[in-house]
């Protein structure tokens, strides 16, 4: 027996030394950044579209720049496109990041069910907080509620945002991050006249059942996915 558990370590089968990771990324990947291939690039390349003819909308958008899967696309191939963001600190510094792309269109709006206002919510001690519908995101465990900042602000559903913007048909990619936000997005959209080719978003905020629920909609749309740490990415089936 001692044997057999000897030979199960020595070709990997047990690992006493550490714990088998479960989730997340490997330590190698988180020292070794470029290292790793960014699945979003790949997926548009697929799609065969010259850059000239690409359209976009971006969805929350924030500054442009923190974490920002487009940023570097964008500027290297002057995409055209909308570019969505609520808070009116963030989209100022949007503004300025794209101030030498004048193909793209910036709007100081939120994006939800219903056409109207929205209470969005975020951080009162950060100079540039990262927004949320979702108040008790926004409040850490260690201070007061008072800490959370509250703003109504501009709400546009997607339809009355693809109107509004002009967007083209079909749209090659609908890329959503919105803290929490993002299945309230997609149930809105109508996607028996929308079909965006790709449909990137996050879904590390959604709990289990909103995460299914986005799939199994997308899926009966003609969907397929593939999965990161952080975002989903829909593709399709029919767009290559």
Known sequence: MLRQIANLRRFGRIRSSSPTPRRGKPRFL?????????????????????????????IGAFDGVSGDPLNQLIRRHHWRGVLVEPQGLAFKLLQETYRDEPQLKLLNVAIGA??????????????????????????????????????????????????????????????????GHDLTILKSLDLSRHRPRVIRYEHTILCQKDRDTC?????????????????????????G
Not at 41 to 57: K, N, Q, Y
Not at 115 to 120: A, I, P
Not at 220 to 239: Q, S
């Open 30 to 58: 988180k020292r070794n950044p470029k290292c790793e291939l960014e699945v979003l690039p790949m997926v548009l390349a697929s799609l065969g579209r010259a850059h000239d003819e690409f359209f976009f909308v971006q």
């Open 114 to 179: 219903e056409d109207g206002e929205l209470t969005l919510y975020s951080r009162i001690d950060e100079a540039v907080s990262i927004a949320s519908t979702h108040r008790q995101l926004l409040i850490k465990p260690s201070e007061p509620a008072s800490t959370v900042l509250e703003e109504r602000v501009t709400c546009w559903t997607p339809q009355t945002l693809f109107r509004e913007a002009g967007v083209p048909e079909p749209l090659d990619l609908l890329q959503i991050d919105t803290e």
């Open 215 to 239: 799939l199994e909609m997308l899926a009966d749309h003609g969907y397929r996915f593939i999965l990161e740490d952080k975002d989903t990415t829909a593709v399709l089936a029919d767009a």
